[in-house]
């Protein structure tokens, strides 16, 4: 596991943020996002190799493409929870897209972090809905986004992004969590650098 270290080092605040190759490019623009806020933090991105397997929560069919989802996100929150074993700091976790749906799913089996940014995330993933609302989250704190041109796609699943979203933050909010939603302008690959920059300013204040 390759991490990646932006910020304070000495912060009472990390940010974990699992990442793919293809955020290698943007990462460095969302720290300096982060940087036009007054928050103190120290960010860890940790770097997965296989995006579909390493962040999905159960395996699923694929839904674009020819690749399906597989089911190592146990694998995952357990290297990234060994990350978190100094008490005296506070630990969030966000992502974007399928990275977005992992960190929810992570403060599902976890409740080291004190907050949750899941910015633009893949909550079409399948039986995701379900398994909120069958489950308990363990944290205080949830940031929600997404883009308002996402749902308008042919693809089933991921039209359906929209009404999952809503219906999420209405479940939590119905649990007494403090939840966040909100609407950003354009579609699924706009500006995910200054998305993020939000949630975990948001996670923090």
Known sequence: MIVYEYGNKNSKNILIQAI????LNIIESEVQAIN??????????????????????WEADAVFGDKGFGAGASDTIEEIIGLCTDKSKDYYIGGYSLSGLFALWSVYQTDVFKGVAA?????????????????????????????????????????????????????????????????????HFAEPDIRMAKGFT????
């Open 36 to 57: 036009q806020s007054t928050i103190d933090y120290h960010l860890l991105a940790v770097k997965v190799e296989d995006w579909n397997v390493e962040l999905s929560p």
């Open 202 to 205: 948001w996670v923090i204040k």
């Open 119 to 187: 910015v633009s995330p893949s909550i079409w993933f399948p039986g995701f809905l379900d398994y909120m609302k069958d489950n308990t989250i363990k944290t205080k704190n949830v940031y929600l986004s997404l883009g308002d041109k996402e749902a308008k796609t042919r693809n089933q699943y991921m039209s359906k992004v929209a009404y999952r979203i809503e219906e999420a933050y209405k479940l939590l909010k119905s649990r007494q969590i403090n939840t966040f939603f909100e609407w950003n302008k354009g579609n």
């Open 20 to 23: 793919g190759n293809h955020e």
